[in-house]
Structure formats: structure tokens, C-alpha cells
């Protein structure tokens, strides 16, 4: 559970100027002030953040994952 909270985090400012230029990985939407976002595993390599709503908390690897990948890699 610790791990859970040590993913998330607020977008302020700084974060929304430098993450901005990718956008979400998972809806393609920007960022905005004060969204709540993880850092998730997806079909790109390695962690990126993206919002918490297209994401999935696995406890078994206490990683994020994005919600299609995660739907498809483990079949849910």
C-alpha cells in the first residue's frame, strides 16, 4: 500500500509545463492543474505518468499499469 501512494502524485505547475508536450499516454489528453497521476507501466517502455483514472493498481507487482494494457497482457 505504501508503494501505491509513492506513484501518485498532483499536477502542479512545473509538472504540467514539462509533461504537457507528451500529454497522457493513455487518453491523449493534456494534463491539467491539480489532476491526480500515476506513474504506470503501458505499451511503452518503462514508467510514465498518466492519469489515474486509465489506470489499474495490481498488488501482486504493486505497479500501476494502464487499464488496456493491463486488460490485455492478463486477460481480464
Known amino acids: 500500500m505504501e ?3 509513492k506513484l501518485k502524485i498532483l499536477i502542479d505547475l512545473e509538472k504540467q509545463n514539462r509533461l504537457n ?3 497522457c499516454l493513455a487518453c491523449g489528453h493534456k494534463f491539467n492543474l491539480g ?3 500515476v506513474l504506470a507501466r503501458g ?3 518503462g514508467f510514465k505518468f498518466i492519469h489515474e483514472g486509465e489506470a ?3 498488488q501482486g507487482s504493486d505497479v500501476y499499469y ?3 494494457y493491463y486488460q490485455t497482457t492478463k486477460g481480464v
Do not use: H, P, S
Open 21 to 23: 508536450a507528451e500529454g
Open 56 to 58: 489499474i493498481f495490481d
Open 35 to 37: 489532476d491526480e497521476v
Open 3 to 5: 508503494t501505491k501512494a
Open 43 to 45: 505499451k511503452w517502455q
Open 66 to 68: 494502464e487499464r488496456k
